[in-house]
């Protein structure tokens, strides 16, 4: 069974306006992280932002918001004022300890987001 | 500037042949991940090391080889036996220490096509 999933393969936005990428996830581990990544077109996997179990409060990063709503279980990436090189893959991935210790991190299959003029 | 260098960013090779993809660090991470990426898909894990001498397999480890003899490296080899190889390999790095995010440092990743 996936454990991550991205049900939106496409995304297309107006340039300064917000937009939100669906992510959810699956485990019966009570610590577990979520994590979301960027991949432009060149190839490199870029670091976006973090949310525990745990915490308390949605994760912020600059322009970048974590959805946690941990009951649907849920996180959703929102990039508010969109730019032109937001325009990229985005990758959802979940760290749990289904593995017994290992604690690797799984991979949803992306969203492709293109920010329009 | 601290980072994770892969080389080569493209290659190709003929089919039957083994080919190795390079992997460097130096962050001073104690973990080093492989994925492969596929158009379309997300990334899958190939093998994966917490410590130096110690690696394990991965959800798609049948036709790759790999080794970990210094903390800052950790080579790939495609095998012959891999019956799919061409794709997109990224490695990866994390710190491994109670209280952290656990977040990956990857490298620009190797582009691989037989032909």
């Known amino acids: 069974a996936q454990k991550i999933t991205q049900t939106q393969p496409g995304m297309f936005v107006q340039e300064k306006e917000a937009v939100t990428l669906d992510c959810t996830y699956d485990?019966?581990?009570?610590?577990?992280?979520l994590f979301w990544y960027k991949q432009p077109s060149s190839g490199e996997m870029i670091f976006l932002i973090y949310q525990g179990s745990y915490d308390q409060q949605n994760a912020t990063e600059g322009r970048y918001s974590l959805n946690f709503q941990k009951a649907r279980k849920s996180a959703n990436l929102v990039i508010s004022a969109s730019q032109l090189g937001d325009s990229a893959m985005y990758f959802c991935?979940?760290?749990?300890?289904?593995?017994?210790?290992?604690?690797?991190?799984?991979f949803g299959r992306g969203t492709s987001l293109i920010v329009h003029p | 500037d601290g980072g994770i260098t892969q080389s080569p960013k493209y290659l190709f090779r003929k089919e039957g042949q083994n080919v190795t993809l390079s992997c460097e660090q130096n962050l001073n991470h104690d973990a080093m991940y492989w994925y492969r990426q596929d158009p379309g898909q997300g990334l899958r894990l190939i093998y994966y090391s917490q410590i130096v001498n110690d690696f394990q397999k991965g959800d798609i480890a049948e036709g790759y080889s790999v080794s970990r003899e210094k903390k800052e490296s950790f080579p790939l080899t495609v095998t012959s036996a891999q019956k799919n190889p061409t794709a997109f390999y990224l490695c990866?790095?994390?710190?491994?220490?109670?209280?952290?995010?656990?977040?990956?440092?990857f490298g620009e990743g190797s582009r691989l096509t037989v032909l």
């Open positions: 990866a790095s994390s710190i491994r220490l109670a209280g952290n995010t656990g977040e990956l440092f």
């Open positions: 485990t019966s581990d009570p610590s577990y992280g």
């Open positions: 991935a979940m760290r749990d300890d289904a593995s017994g210790g290992s604690y690797i991190p799984t």
